[in-house]
Nanobody
Framework: QVQLVESGGGLAQAGGSLSLSCAAS????????MGWYRQAPGKQRELVAA???????NYADSVKGRFTMSRDNAKNTVYLQMNSLKPEDTAVYFC?????????WGQGTQVTVSS
């Protein structure tokens, strides 16, 4: 089974930027959807951004215009560029891959935004 490993989390100031990467141990081309989710303390996990096999992307309203998701099939990696960060973006960010009813998760990476 393909494994997902996130990297790039850390600490940023409000208004700053961070870039997350999600490297897959196998091909991501066959996945129907690749997504980034986040979970803040005491809150449910929520979808941040998703990219479909055809390249269409979808974003949560709270991050539209600030976050950009992209994929590099040759590197089996998806990215999340996060700009204009806000303290409310603080959460553990998870990478997800879906195919044929199977959902695969990474271990998560912490993003902390200070005010």
């Amino acid at each position: 089974q393909v494994q997902l490993v996130e990297s790039g989390g850390g600490l940023a100031q409000a208004g700053g930027s961070l870039s997350l990467s999600c490297a897959a141990s196998g091909s991501i081309f066959s996945f129907d959807i690749m997504g980034w989710y986040r979970q803040a303390p005491g809150k449910q996990r929520e979808l941040v951004a998703a990219i479909f096999r055809g390249g269409f992307t979808n974003y949560a309203d709270s991050v539209k215009g600030r976050f950009t998701m992209s994929r590099d099939n040759a590197k089996n990696t998806v990215y999340l560029q996060m700009n204009s960060l806000k303290p409310e973006d603080t959460a553990v960010y998870f990478c997800n891959a879906q195919r044929g009813g199977v959902s695969i998760w990474g271990q998560g990476t912490q993003v902390t935004v200070s005010s």
